[in-house]
């Protein structure tokens, strides 16, 4: 008891006027500007595909890219949230990723349907995999950075959404970059390790997210 | 100050200013509100004092997470539930770290807790119809006196097989002696 007491004179002589962490809404937001901007010059530097302006006439891939981009919001959305200890008292909010990667579920499996079977195959593999990766690393560093300064207590989400909003550049990168109409390939190399590559973020949150 | 005229909000804004007083006030209203939901969960006061100390040490960390634009207790407690699973997952892992495995310790039971009422001499002939490994297994455990794992060293078999392989030898013998 005598510690708790000293513990309290201690705690209360450290009452500083503390700088209060931005709104999840425009720490989220700083993320999405910056990341956008990121990927439009990764694109320019490593240039889109010759046939973007062919392929946006395509209902599919508009759908696709239109629903990564929701997905990279709302990951992004989600990640701010789960950075703070009570999610802001914005549960239902931090948890939108999930319903929105069950609705990508079907979209991508209509896009499998509606594929062109004489569509160009990719002659890439794990490639798409490892750039997928790369073009994410840094989104993914400067996230977690950010999140350290708060106090998440769901640190697996946390990480695991972060991962996901940085993956989800990659793959926007991805299908923007390489001329590719296999959707297998897609499935395959783009998105399945995206949930490993979850995984693996669930296990750096409860690393880096530590307090 | 009673909890029903606290007002936390408040405080944490006051606080949060460099108010040392309001800190102070708040920091004493959150252990009052905090030591009941702590003291149902675990044994012990001694444990109770540690974790608030940890917890109070989280606010303070944490304080910045805030605004008084949301209530303080769900953000409050949200703090000191993630410290309470920190702090029981540590406590029951370290109680598992220390547990002694039963077969480290069943040659110092003195004597059977339940009556014998056949004797491993009594059934060996039905013991011997067993496969041979099932049979080579009981007689170890049961005849030699040997534990699950001085046999699984003796006939080179993992500790959990020779458990598996006992356990269908006593259904099977369970079965036969039923019919008798």
């Known amino acids: 008891m005598r510690k708790l007491e000293q513990l309290l004179i201690t705690l209360s002589r450290d009452a500083a006027i503390a700088n209060p ?3 999840p809404y425009i720490l989220s937001m700083k993320w999405i500007v910056t990341a956008a901007i990121y990927l439009a010059v990764t694109l320019l530097v490593f240039r889109w595909r010759p046939d973007l302006m062919q392929k ?5 891939f508009v759908a696709e ?15 701010a949230l789960l950075s703070f200890p009570d999610l802001h008292q914005m549960r239902r909010l931090a948890l939108a990723p999930a319903l929105l990667l069950a609705l990508f579920l079907p979209l991508v499996f209509f896009s499998w349907s509606a594929a062109n079977p004489l569509a160009i195959l990719s002659t890439h593999t794990y490639e798409c995999t490892l750039c997928l990766a790369l073009i994410a690393l840094l989104p993914a560093t400067w996230i977690f ?7 998440s207590t769901h640190s697996r989400w946390a990480g695991a959404m972060a991962v996901l909003s940085a993956l989800s550049i990659g793959a926007l990168w991805l299908r923007l970059h390489e001329v590719n109409d296999s959707i297998g390939h897609v499935i395959e190399w783009h998105y399945l390790p995206m949930i490993g590559f979850g995984i693996v973020g669930a296990w750096l949150g409860k690393i880096l997210l530590k307090w | 100050m009673s909890d029903q005229i606290v007002d936390f909000e408040v405080l944490m804004q006051q606080a949060l200013q460099g108010d ?12 009052r509100l905090l030591r009941p939901y702590l003291a149902k969960r675990l044994s012990f006061t001694a444990e109770t004092d540690d974790l608030m100390q940890e917890i109070l040490i989280s606010i303070h960390k944490a304080r910045h997470t805030y605004n008084s634009a949301r209530p303080y207790k769900p953000w409050v407690y949200a703090i000191a539930r993630f410290r309470l699973q920190d702090y029981l ?4 892992a370290d109680r598992l770290h220390h547990a002694l495995a039963l077969s480290e310790v069943e040659n110092y039971f003195p004597q059977d807790v339940t009556p014998v009422v056949f004797s491993y001499e009594s059934i060996s002939g039905e013991i011997a119809k067993l496969p041979p490994k099932q049979a080579a297994i009981l007689k170890m455990m049961h005849h030699e006196g040997a534990t699950a794992k001085e046999t699984a060293q003796k006939i080179g078999m ?13 259904k099977i013998l369970r079965a036969k002696l039923e019919r008798i």
């Open chain 1, 21 to 23: 962490a931005p709104h």
């Open chain 2, 158 to 170: 993992q500790v959990s097989a020779v458990k598996v392989a006992a356990h269908r030898a006593y």
């Open chain 2, 20 to 31: 040392q007083r309001a800190y102070t006030d708040l920091l004493q209203a959150t252990v």
């Open chain 1, 56 to 60: 946006l006439q395509d209902p599919w």
């Open chain 1, 65 to 79: 890219i239109a629903a990564l981009a929701v997905i990279f919001i709302a990951t992004s959305l989600s990640a």
């Open chain 1, 145 to 151: 950075f950010e999140m350290r300064k708060n106090a």
């Open chain 2, 89 to 92: 997952r540590v406590h029951y």
